[in-house]
């Protein structure tokens, strides 16, 4: 994707990058960078959005009481994940079309990710191919999937994947069907964007952004051709496609079709987890799609503890949901987390300054988690589950014992 001069070009926002300290800034600079349309699509959530306020506003509940006097001087962050390790327990979870916010977006963020030694999980709605994305990126990669009702083509889609090297399917669950994302709506979003009435003034406000896309057209490049001639719009195809007649019968399918690893996302029930690891998961994701499915799931990070206590360590327990700082990642992994992904935190990124905006979001959180352990007491991320001598009992949730022995035994107090 580079062209010549890019990195004479790329220096002078490394400089500017270097004065944003937090995610939340970027987030600030997105707004400013992209179309009101653009930045709702990728900030909003479904209905209300009381799940994607409760994300974030769940790690406010828990608590750290950090030991002292222990030898910190060399810390590590690293942990280990199907036998790779992870340079930090972080990785760039399945965006849908995040070449709204950077040309080629999904190649570029891959890139930045192979740099940072995190996997990059590439949605089936991305605006680069399969193929695109492994020739940009040299590190680990992953294909979210769908169990459409076209099984052609899911499985066409598996077939691709592993003849690309990606290490992983990691199959979404929790979207029967689309859920109602109000912001779109009201904007006129649509696939591939229009300029309309409603949204006209948003877009030619932002003309840098223009400028950028110019020559850059989005679009499902992973379904470009699935379908198979028809002149229905793309959007409404891969609309068509999911499936609420999905089954443990097709889970049963795909995992005799691929034979990578298998992490299923979208699961926020212990009894479930159990019965994936059952037929076969290699790991789960505990995540409500970010808020953007069902509006009032429980908040992902609540809903770890007991799924990580189910589970009893038989197989990893990735998190996914309201990461903004990386002491939210300490906390999730304090609660039995292997690692977290972030969405949003890397498409804010993205839309402020390209790659060099990913890879400052990943060492913005990779410092947060660091300074986060000097304080905590803690020298290694690996050493924050055999932390049980900070439990305080009888201090919990309405989530219950097993809720509140799992926050606490590990150094964490609940509110």
Not at 244 to 249: E, F, G, K, L, T
Not at 260 to 268: I, P, R
Request: glycine share 10%; with cysteine; hydrophobic share 45%.
């Amino acid at each position: 994707m580079s062209q010549p001069g890019a990195t004479a070009r790329r220096a002078p926002a490394h400089a500017r990058l270097d004065t944003l300290y937090s995610v939340a800034e970027f987030r600030r600079r997105a707004k400013r960078a992209l179309p009101p349309m653009v930045f709702d699509f990728i900030d909003g959530g479904a209905e209300d959005e009381r799940t994607l306020r409760g994300n974030e506003r769940a790690f406010d509940d828990l608590w750290f009481r950090p030991q002292p006097l222990n030898d910190v001087s060399t810390r590590c962050q690293s942990v280990e994940l199907f036998g790779r390790a992870l340079s930090t327990p972080v990785l760039l979870a399945p965006a849908g079309l995040a070449g709204l916010a950077w040309p080629h977006g999904e190649a570029v963020a891959a890139r930045a990710a192979s740099q940072a030694g995190v996997p990059f999980v590439v949605s089936t709605a991305s605006s680069c191919s399969i193929e695109e994305v492994r020739t940009a990126a040299a590190g680990p990669l992953w294909l979210q999937l769908y169990l459409w009702r076209d099984r052609a083509v899911t499985g066409s889609l598996v077939r691709r994947a592993e003849d690309a090297g990606y290490e992983a399917i990691c199959l979404t669950v929790d979207v029967p069907m689309s859920g109602s994302r109000e912001r779109d709506l009201r904007n006129g979003m649509t696939i591939p964007p229009r300029i309309r009435f409603r949204n006209a003034a948003g877009v030619l406000s932002r003309p840098r952004w223009m400028a950028r896309m110019a020559g850059a057209p989005v679009t499902f490049a992973n379904v470009s051709d699935g379908g198979r001639g028809r002149t229905m719009a793309l959007g409404a195809y891969v609309n068509s496609q999911l499936n609420p007649s999905a089954s443990w019968d097709d889970l049963r399918w795909l995992r005799s079709a691929w034979p990578g690893k298998l992490v299923v996302k979208g699961v926020l029930d212990p009894h479930a987890a159990c019965r994936l690891a059952d037929e076969g998961a290699d790991a789960v994701i505990v995540s409500n799609h970010g808020g953007r499915q069902l509006d009032g799931a429980v908040p992902a990070v609540r809903a770890l503890p007991e799924i990580v206590d189910a589970l009893g360590g038989r197989i990893p327990v990735l998190m996914d949901g309201g990461v903004r700082r990386g002491s939210d990642v300490v906390k999730a992994l304090a609660i039995g987390a292997t690692a977290c992904l972030v969405g949003r935190p890397y498409l804010w990124g993205l839309a402020v300054a390209g790659e060099a905006g990913v890879s400052r979001v990943v060492g913005v959180l990779r410092d947060e988690i660091d300074r986060t352990l000097a304080l905590l007491g803690t020298p290694s991320v690996r050493e924050l589950v055999a932390q049980a001598d900070r439990v305080l009992p009888g201090i919990g949730s309405a989530g219950g014992r097993a809720q509140g022995a799992s926050w606490e035994g590990r150094g964490l107090h609940a509110r």
